[in-house]
């Protein structure tokens, strides 16, 4: 068994452990009495997410839905029915998941291209994957300027369990990428509305070919059969990139000279300064940045007792991995160090962090920063764009308590 073997395998066992029933749950054998009820005054939750846990959840619209910050828990594994939810346009039938080994993908840009059910990919090799999911306007609630779209704070991020057929797979047994490739081109299953330029709303995505070594097809998700919510009955999965390139409902799968001219290419999803239009000069929300955030405690302005104080949080990257973590009680004049708590889960996934410190009465603003292996730190600052897109700053992410 290889090391990375050995992680997913404590993986799986902590997280089975930690939360069988949950996933059953939310997976479709949900019942409402079991459901936490929502805040009052919440927007309702949509058909779609009807699974999730109520209280736990952030209703922004019935594409944007998520987690709140004391619903993270500490066992390192996001449960489906508190994971966030984003589309960028309405789900598909849920008919498309009750025969899921039934679903079709195209694969082309290899030298044999293949129209290929689940049930066929099923046959051609299996992996897990633990990684963060996150979207790319996590943190956009932040932003002065109030960027369009829904107005994440730190909720829109999970860590899960993909199972699927690792994409070098499956292209080796179509003979390979055809020369001259320059992208892996992701399109997803949604229903277009008649009458519309496809071009202007179909989620397609296409990401550096490269990506392919560790993508994978995945139809299931902590261990239970792939939702609709989530992209059920099939999903391409990237590991370390932001959630828009893990297409959901993904019907086909091509290598490509050129980036695709979906609108959602061309110009969403583009970095690009505050009043200015998107277009493919700008750089492309592909690879996650370096990341972190305290998870406990959870509210500004939430009151503690004075005394010792266990600041918890996670941290991620999608670049050069986490090798620590900083906290800090005084808005970063001091920093002291966290330690890594629970099992590591592979280079994609988030390490939970704790630090205990000892917090006398009075006013404290709390943050973290992550240091990855390369040397680099989470920065202070956001990065100002138009769209408040991969926001990392620790200022901003702080939260200011009051200790009795």
């Not at 297409?247 to 086909?252: D, F, G, I, L």
């Not at 890594?340 to 009075?362: D, E, I, K, S, T």
């Amino acid at each position: 068994m290889t090391t990375g073997d050995k992680q997913i395998d404590i993986v799986r066992r902590h997280w089975m452990a930690a939360s069988a029933a949950g996933a059953a749950a939310g997976l479709g054998g949900w019942s409402p009495s079991s459901l936490a009820q929502a805040q009052p005054g919440a927007k309702p939750m949509p058909a779609v997410a009807a699974f999730k846990k109520a209280d736990a959840m952030i209703v922004h619209s019935a594409n944007g839905i998520e987690t709140r910050r004391d619903a993270f828990g500490s066992s390192g594994i996001t449960d489906v029915e508190r994971l966030f939810l984003r589309n960028n346009i309405a789900a598909p039938n849920a008919a498309i998941v009750e025969n899921p080994d039934a679903w079709k993908i195209e694969i082309d840009g290899v030298t044999s291209p293949a129209s290929l059910t689940v049930g066929d990919l099923k046959r051609m090799g299996l992996d897990t994957v633990a990684m963060v999911l996150q979207c790319s306007g996590n943190g956009r609630g932040f932003f002065k300027h109030k960027a369009s779209g829904s107005q994440w704070k730190v909720g829109a991020a999970g860590n899960v369990l993909w199972s699927g057929v690792p994409v070098r797979d499956v292209v080796a047994a179509l003979g390979g990428v055809r020369q001259g490739m320059r992208y892996m081109t992701s399109t997803g299953g949604e229903t277009l509305p008649p009458g519309v330029d496809a071009a202007k709303i179909i989620v397609e995505r296409s990401v550096p070919w490269t990506a392919m070594e560790e993508a994978i097809l995945a139809w299931e998700l902590n261990g239970a059969p792939l939702p609709l919510a989530h992209g059920g009955p099939l999903r391409v999965i990237i590991p370390g990139y932001y959630g828009v390139n893990n297409v959901k409902y993904v019907k086909r799968l091509a290598f490509t000279v050129d980036e695709t001219q979906a609108n959602i290419q061309k110009s969403g999803y583009r970095v690009r300064d505050i009043g200015k239009k998107g277009d493919p000069t700008q750089p492309s929300m592909w690879e996650m940045n370096l990341k972190s955030f305290v998870t406990h405690p959870s509210e500004n302005g939430e009151k503690l007792r004075a005394g010792l104080v266990q600041v918890q949080g996670v941290a991620f990257s999608g670049g050069s991995p986490v090798r620590g973590v900083e906290v800090s009680v005084d808005g970063g004049k001091t920093w002291q160090a966290a330690r890594f708590v629970g099992p590591h889960m592979g280079r994609y996934a988030w390490r939970n962090f704790v630090a205990q410190v000892n917090l006398p009465p009075g006013q404290y603003m709390i943050t973290s920063r992550a240091i990855a292996a390369d040397g680099s730190t989470q920065p202070e600052a956001r990065v100002e764009n138009e769209r408040g897109y991969a926001h990392n700053g620790w200022r901003d992410h702080a939260l200011t308590v009051t200790v009795a």
